[in-house]
Nanobody, 124 residues
């Protein structure tokens, strides 16, 4: 049974930091490109970060580049998102996603498996 379980969300003041974790089970983690997406109220789900399964190349949109860092630990079957310099616009539910042999890291529909999400709220 495939599971992606996010944790680490919460309430933080603008300028602060959070580290999200995603624990994976039920599939061969090392073969999957892993990503984080987010969805704010009334908005579409958007790409936040990805790390490829083979060479660990990372991808970010301009909105988070330089502030967010994605990493993975294949031995622990986990992916992380370190978020620094948070601002109110980062408030959203953050989702972990997995795509086998993924080569389109920013494309939402490419991802097969999704977690339930963790809420991140940034206060001003």
């Amino acid at each position: 049974q495939v599971q992606l379980v996010e944790s680490g969300g919460g309430l933080v003041q603008a300028g602060g930091s959070l580290r999200l974790s995603c624990a994976a089970s039920g599939f061969t983690f090392a073969l999957y490109t892993m990503a984080w997406f987010r969805q704010a109220p009334g908005k579409e789900r958007e790409f936040v970060a990805a790390i490829k399964w083979n060479d660990r190349t990372t991808y970010y949109p301009d909105s988070v580049k330089g502030r967010f860092t994605i990493s993975r630990d294949n031995a622990k079957k986990a992916v992380y998102l370190q978020m620094n310099s948070l601002n109110v616009e980062d408030t959203a539910v953050y989702y972990c996603a997995a795509d086998k042999y993924g080569s389109s890291p920013a494309i939402l529909t490419a991802y097969e498996y999704w977690g339930q999400g963790t809420q991140v709220t940034v206060s001003s």
